[in-house]
């Protein structure tokens, strides 16, 4: 037995070469003709998790003697270039890691019992890692790394060198890595993320949660964020002014010429000119101005977002050394404080939402097809706005509103005035300022320690004017709860009123007569969807509280629409999101505020807002009509509709016909037999729609629709899938809680599973689970020859040993001796399923290595980088296991030389178990997410005792 050698698989050296061919290739074609390149640098990342308290299980990182803050390029640790990485996770982002954390009930209320924070020192760290390739022929071009966000407290090294520390988990950030760079080899890049502290009261997930840019430019060039384009019409013609910052990142100074094309929708050029005979000198940067007039162009609106491009050339000694895209609207916005807000002069009442950056199954780290997803979902509400609540959103989202025809109210996160504080607006306002959709500037939301005093005021006019000058377009505000008279409301451009309750927004129009005012956020009163009678053990909250001035979404949109001088207002919230699970808490893990729930399945504030923020006619009654436990008791059923009448009837008798007061909803008691509760809406006395719910019978089928048929086999567009129980009759059954297991076959994956249950503590994602064993005690023994050595073998008595490398000797007079280290696995338990990789680095010359006596390989030259080895699981056991090597001990070059003493590990992967989601009251969703090879994916369904489903997405 001892002398066969088992099935060992090489690992990872076939992929790896395959990965830096693609790379280099990719880099080419890309590269081809390109003068700048912006490089997606999404995929092939390796994470991990560190510890925030424990250095040596956060990968030894800062524990050198000299570390990166000692010495240039002594990132130590995981930031070491050559730090053992093999068997972390691959992991493509955007990534929220805390979504994939367990619910515990001594975790945050605020981000939603997830175990991270302070208290979960080892789920509080992640580290990422990425290899990339750098092309000898780029030497001589600037090259930055470009994070849109990380949350949070994030720390850079590219191959050693220490980059910079980012704090803000909502900022995108760049570093400058052109010196730092192998050109014509291999580079890698390690970030650390810290998510131990919160910087909100809300779910704000944890890693890197929006994408990473590679961007490659000439020395001269456009500055990041370099182009700021303004827009104004009158007449059938349009003044777009454009300012350009160029940047001379040579040795010398250089003449250069800018070339600017407007291009139109259809691709044709509406404009051009240019700029000659301009200078900039070594280091330094220059701002240019032009203006062009644009007949008669399609103006960005809600109805029609137009988008324009402009393309900017940069010209120098005859050649082309830059090319800059910028897209852009051609609009017009205004705010009057007695008519309210205008869109190309149209008066556009802003009927919004407040969101946060969180969607079910996936958290932070939103597809940017999920951003169109929610989008469309708020409009097919009839919202046209969003307030990016309380933070900067990822860039994409703000490309979603452009491209959908939303309107944007755009929050920086925290008010100061020192410097950490203006130079993140600064950066905020410099990044988004082209977006057509942004209507308005926050400056920050509630503060309540300087809301109401002179203090806020002088924080409030300094960062206003500072926001001013960087971009004069757009009107500033804040989301104030108090402070509105005499605190910072009385400042800024547009007065933010959070909550009508807590003001006179009357009074204060008065005494204001200047100022514009737009409701920041108004509540929705909270509710679980499907939930018509509270159940507080379980957290489900009863929905129905439309009217009360404390919470009703009817009373909030009265209030609005009757009142021409407020602009209009955004709803707390559009979705609803993990984390502030009030008023429960623990079990309730998300907050119950939104018209949706996190899925984006609609509650009754929805059906009611629908009815008045539509133009189509519209119907809606709720709720079900499953309460067999309620036989002859009273139900209090509503009606939503933009009609004049509503006539209802309970298994076709009528209950009456009530008159619909303008921007009201109905209401009837009904006393509950099962069968068919129907509406009729009636317009200037004649019916035009009638719609109704129905009692169901018992669960029979699941059932799944996708809400787009065919995706992108790019690996990144996603489809979501509502996935239903069904009676036997096709009907939702809206009290269903079946368990569904789900399967993938064909080029795609699940990446998250969610139900809108604000108490659900199942899992959103469900992944393999990678365990690393170090190899500990190692001991050394000298002997006489290679062959044979029983001192390999798991029984072997090894206790006489002394502890390896403790007899090196003087390395003046070395001598070639032979020696056996043996050392410890201590291994968890495994099955079958479980797939064990070794991955060795060499601590003798010509290393052969044994486990439990059994040959891996043999004679392994020192430098070897690929000693990784699949076991199979016949040579192993549970609990100790024996790991040995024979070979030459190393010779040292030199006194301060330090020889790897560092024999590697063992990996342990646990295969994922299968997808699984309950339905919360008759719904799940599951997003399915393409490769890069097209193909039809198919989602199968299945649950107990009722019939299977397969829905199928192609993905070209
Ligand atoms: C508001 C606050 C929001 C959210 C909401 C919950 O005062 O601005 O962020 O916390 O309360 O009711």
């Given at each position: 037995?001892?002398?066969?050698?088992?099935l060992i698989?090489k690992?990872?050296?076939?992929?790896?070469?395959?990965?830096f061919?693609?790379?280099?290739?990719?880099?080419k074609s890309?590269?081809k003709?390109?003068i700048?390149q912006?490089?997606?640098f999404?995929?092939?990342?390796?994470?991990?998790?560190?510890?925030a308290?424990?250095?040596?299980?956060?990968?030894?990182?800062?524990?050198?003697y000299f570390?990166?803050?000692?010495k240039?390029?002594?990132?130590?640790g995981?930031?070491?270039?050559?730090?053992?990485?093999?068997?972390?996770?691959?992991?493509?982002?955007p990534?929220?890691w805390?979504?994939?954390?367990?619910?515990?009930?001594?975790?945050g209320?605020?981000?939603?019992?997830?175990?991270?924070?302070?208290?979960?020192?080892?789920?509080s760290?992640?580290?990422?890692r990425?290899?990339?390739?750098?092309?000898?022929?780029?030497?001589?071009?600037?090259?930055?790394?470009?994070?849109d966000?990380?949350?949070?407290?994030?720390?850079?090294?590219?191959?050693?060198?220490?980059?910079?520390?980012?704090e803000?988990?909502?900022t995108?950030?760049?570093?400058?890595?052109?010196?730092?760079?192998?050109?014509g080899?291999?580079?890698?890049?390690a970030v650390?993320?810290d998510?131990?502290?919160?910087?909100?009261?809300?779910?704000e997930?944890a890693?890197?949660y929006?994408?990473?840019?590679?961007?490659?430019?000439s020395?001269?060039?456009?500055?990041?964020?370099?182009t700021?384009?303004?827009?104004?019409?009158?007449?059938?013609?349009?003044e777009?002014t454009?300012?350009?910052?160029?940047?001379?990142?040579?040795?010398k100074?250089?003449?250069?010429g800018?070339?600017?094309?407007?291009?139109?929708e259809?691709?044709k050029?509406?404009s051009?000119?240019?700029?000659?005979n301009?200078?900039?000198?070594s280091?330094?940067?220059?701002?240019?101005t032009t203006?062009?007039?644009?007949?008669?162009?399609?103006?960005?609106?809600?109805?029609?977002?137009?988008l324009?491009q402009?393309?900017?050339?940069?010209?120098s000694?005859g050649?082309?050394?830059?090319?800059?895209?910028?897209t852009f609207?051609?609009r017009?916005?205004r705010?009057d404080?007695?008519?309210?807000?205008?869109l190309?002069?149209?008066?556009v009442?802003?009927?919004?939402?407040?969101?946060?950056?969180d969607?079910a199954g996936?958290?932070a780290?939103?597809?940017?097809a999920l951003?169109?997803?929610?989008?469309r979902?708020?409009k097919?509400?009839?919202s046209?706005?969003i307030?990016?609540?309380?933070?900067?959103p990822?860039?994409?989202?703000l490309?979603?509103?452009?491209?959908?025809?939303m309107?944007?109210?755009n929050?920086?996160?925290?008010?100061?005035?020192?410097?950490?504080h203006?130079?993140l607006?600064?950066?905020?306002?410099?990044?988004?300022?082209n977006h057509?959709?942004?209507?308005i500037w926050?400056?920050?939301?509630e503060?309540?320690?300087?809301?109401?005093?002179?203090?806020?005021?002088?924080?409030?006019?300094?960062m206003?004017?500072?926001?001013?000058r960087?971009?004069?377009?757009?009107?500033?505000?804040?989301?104030?709860?108090?402070?509105?008279?005499?605190?910072?409301?009385?400042?800024?451009?547009i007065?933010g009123?959070?909550y009508?309750?807590h003001?006179?927004?009357?009074?204060h129009?008065?005494?204001f007569?200047w100022?514009?005012?737009?409701?920041?956020?108004?509540?929705?009163?909270?509710?679980?969807?499907?939930?018509?009678?509270?159940n507080?053990?379980?957290?489900?909250?009863?929905q129905?509280?439309?009217?009360s001035?404390?919470g009703?979404?009817?009373f909030g949109?009265?209030?609005?629409?009757a009142?021409?001088?407020?602009?209009?207002?955004?709803?707390w919230?559009?979705?609803?999101y993990?984390?502030?699970?009030?008023?429960?808490?623990?079990?309730?893990?998300?907050?119950?505020?939104?018209l949706?729930?996190?899925?984006?399945?609609?509650?009754d504030?929805?059906f009611?807002?629908k009815?008045?923020?539509v133009d189509?006619?519209?119907?809606?009654?709720?709720?079900h009509?499953?309460?067999?436990?309620f036989?002859?008791k009273q139900?209090?059923?509503?009606v939503?509709?933009?009609?004049?009448?509503?006539?209802?009837?309970l298994?076709d008798?009528?209950?009456?016909?009530?008159?619909?007061e303008?921007?009201?909803?109905?209401?009837?008691?009904?006393?509950?037999?099962?069968?068919?509760?129907?509406a009729?809406?009636?317009?200037?006395?004649?019916?035009i729609l009638?719609?109704?719910?129905?009692?169901?019978?018992?669960?029979?089928a699941?059932?799944?629709?996708?809400?787009?048929?065919?995706?992108?086999?790019d690996?990144?567009?996603?489809?979501v899938?509502?996935?239903?129980?069904?009676d036997a009759d096709?009907?939702?059954v809206?009290?269903a809680?079946?368990?569904i297991?789900?399967e993938?076959?064909?080029?795609?994956?699940?990446?998250?599973?969610?139900?809108?249950?604000p108490?659900?503590h199942?899992?959103d994602?469900?992944?393999?689970?990678?365990?690393?064993?170090?190899?500990?005690?190692?001991r050394?023994?000298?002997v006489d020859?290679?062959n044979?050595?029983?001192e390999?073998?798991?029984?072997?008595d090894?206790?006489q040993?002394?502890?390896?490398f403790?007899?090196?000797?003087?390395?003046?007079?070395?001598k070639?001796?032979?020696?056996?280290?043996?050392?410890?696995?201590?291994?968890?338990?495994f099955?079958?399923?479980?797939?064990?990789?070794?991955?060795?680095?060499?601590?003798v010359e010509?290393?052969?290595?044994?486990?439990?006596?059994h040959?891996?390989?043999?004679d392994?030259?020192r430098d070897?980088?690929?000693?990784s080895y699949r076991?199979t699981?016949d040579?192993?056991k549970?609990g100790r296991?024996?790991?040995a090597?024979?070979?030459?001990?190393?010779?040292?070059?030199h006194?301060?030389?330090?020889?790897?003493?560092?024999?590697?590990l063992l990996?342990?992967?646990?295969?994922?178990?299968?997808?699984?989601?309950?339905?919360?009251?008759g719904?799940?969703?599951v997003i399915i997410?393409?490769?890069?090879?097209?193909?039809?994916?198919?989602l199968?369904?299945?649950?107990?005792?009722?019939?299977?489903?397969t829905?199928?997405?192609?993905s070209?």
């Amino acid at each position: 037995m001892k002398n066969r050698l088992y099935l060992i698989i090489k690992v990872n050296t076939v992929l790896v070469l395959i990965l830096f061919s693609a790379a280099l290739v990719c880099a080419k074609s890309d590269k081809k003709n390109a003068i700048r390149q912006r490089i997606a640098f999404d995929s092939d990342w390796l994470f991990a998790l560190g510890n925030a308290c424990d250095a040596s299980e956060d990968f030894n990182n800062g524990t050198s003697y000299f570390s990166y803050l000692a010495k240039a390029g002594f990132g130590d640790g995981a930031a070491a270039p050559g730090f053992d990485d093999r068997a972390w996770r691959n992991q493509n982002l955007p990534h929220d890691w805390c979504v994939e954390l367990p619910f515990d009930s001594t975790a945050g209320h605020s981000h939603g019992y997830k175990a991270l924070g302070r208290d979960f020192p080892e789920n509080s760290i992640g580290w990422y890692r990425k290899k990339f390739i750098i092309p000898k022929d780029d030497f001589g071009r600037n090259i930055s790394i470009e994070f849109d966000g990380v949350y949070r407290n994030s720390v850079v090294w590219v191959n050693g060198f220490y980059l910079g520390t980012e704090e803000s988990g909502c900022t995108s950030f760049a570093y400058d890595i052109t010196d730092y760079l192998h050109y014509g080899g291999t580079n890698v890049i390690a970030v650390r993320v810290d998510a131990t502290m919160e910087e909100g009261w809300f779910y704000e997930g944890a890693g890197i949660y929006r994408h990473v840019w590679l961007t490659k430019t000439s020395p001269l060039h456009v500055d990041r964020y370099g182009t700021f384009i303004k827009t104004g019409f009158a007449n059938g013609k349009a003044e777009v002014t454009i300012q350009t910052t160029i940047v001379n990142e040579s040795d010398k100074t250089v003449s250069f010429g800018i070339e600017e094309n407007i291009i139109d929708e259809k691709g044709k050029s509406v404009s051009t000119g240019s700029l000659k005979n301009l200078q900039i000198g070594s280091g330094a940067s220059g701002e240019f101005t032009t203006s062009y007039k644009v007949d008669n162009p399609k103006l960005w609106s809600l109805e029609s977002p137009t988008l324009h491009q402009l393309q900017t050339v940069i010209r120098s000694n005859g050649k082309v050394v830059d090319k800059y895209e910028t897209t852009f609207g051609i609009r017009t916005i205004r705010f009057d404080p007695d008519s309210g807000f205008f869109l190309n002069d149209k008066n556009v009442k802003i009927l919004g939402t407040n969101n946060h950056q969180d969607h079910a199954g996936v958290g932070a780290a939103i597809p940017d097809a999920l951003q169109d997803f929610r989008i469309r979902r708020l409009k097919k509400m009839g919202s046209n706005a969003i307030r990016t609540s309380h933070n900067p959103p990822t860039p994409e989202l703000l490309d979603a509103c452009d491209r959908l025809g939303m309107l944007v109210l755009n929050e920086n996160r925290l008010m100061g005035t020192n410097k950490e504080h203006l130079s993140l607006l600064e950066q905020f306002i410099k990044r988004d300022r082209n977006h057509p959709s942004i209507i308005i500037w926050s400056l920050g939301n509630e503060e309540w320690a300087i809301e109401l005093d002179d203090l806020g005021i002088r924080i409030t006019k300094t960062m206003q004017d500072f926001a001013h000058r960087l971009d004069s377009t757009r009107p500033i505000t804040v989301g104030l709860s108090g402070g509105w008279d005499n605190g910072i409301g009385s400042v800024t451009d547009i007065i933010g009123y959070n909550y009508i309750r807590h003001g006179d927004i009357d009074g204060h129009h008065k005494n204001f007569p200047w100022q514009p005012g737009v409701g920041t956020e108004e509540t929705t009163a909270s509710g679980t969807r499907g939930i018509y009678f509270t159940n507080a053990d379980k957290a489900y909250m009863a929905q129905g509280d439309f009217t009360s001035q404390y919470g009703g979404v009817e009373f909030g949109w009265k209030y609005y629409d009757a009142r021409q001088f407020l602009a209009g207002l955004f709803y707390w919230t559009g979705f609803d999101y993990r984390g502030e699970p009030n008023p429960y808490g623990w079990p309730q893990v998300t907050s119950q505020f939104g018209l949706m729930d996190v899925c984006g399945f609609p509650k009754d504030a929805f059906f009611y807002l629908k009815s008045w923020w539509v133009d189509e006619p519209y119907l809606q009654i709720t709720p079900h009509w499953n309460w067999s436990e309620f036989e002859l008791k009273q139900i209090p059923v509503s009606v939503f509709g933009n009609v004049d009448e509503v006539e209802l009837f309970l298994n076709d008798e009528t209950l009456g016909r009530k008159t619909m007061e303008r921007n009201g909803h109905l209401s009837w008691d009904v006393s509950y037999s099962p069968g068919i509760l129907s509406a009729v809406g009636y317009k200037d006395g004649s019916k035009i729609l009638a719609n109704k719910v129905s009692t169901t019978g018992q669960p029979a089928a699941i059932k799944m629709s996708a809400d787009r048929n065919s995706i992108e086999a790019d690996g990144k567009d996603i489809a979501v899938i509502t996935v239903s129980v069904e009676d036997a009759d096709g009907l939702t059954v809206p009290t269903a809680s079946n368990e569904i297991y789900f399967e993938v076959e064909g080029p795609g994956k699940i990446i998250g599973v969610g139900n809108g249950d604000p108490s659900s503590h199942e899992a959103d994602k469900f992944l393999k689970t990678i365990i690393t064993v170090d190899i500990t005690e190692l001991r050394e023994l000298p002997v006489d020859g290679f062959n044979n050595r029983d001192e390999t073998s798991d029984n072997f008595d090894d206790s006489q040993w002394i502890p390896a490398f403790t007899n090196e000797g003087d390395w003046r007079d070395y001598k070639d001796s032979i020696i056996v280290l043996r050392g410890t696995i201590d291994l968890p338990e495994f099955n079958d399923e479980t797939e064990v990789n070794l991955f060795t680095k060499s601590i003798v010359e010509n290393q052969t290595i044994y486990i439990n006596g059994h040959k891996i390989a043999s004679d392994i030259e020192r430098d070897d980088p690929d000693q990784s080895y699949r076991l199979t699981h016949d040579i192993l056991k549970q609990g100790r296991n024996v790991y040995a090597v024979t070979g030459k001990r190393f010779r040292k070059t030199h006194q301060y030389d330090e020889p790897n003493r560092d024999p590697g590990l063992l990996q342990l992967i646990y295969p994922a178990e299968q997808w699984r989601r309950k339905v919360f009251n008759g719904l799940a969703q599951v997003i399915i997410q393409s490769d890069k090879d097209a193909g039809s994916i198919q989602l199968s369904a299945s649950s107990k005792g009722i019939k299977k489903a397969t829905i199928g997405v192609e993905s070209r």
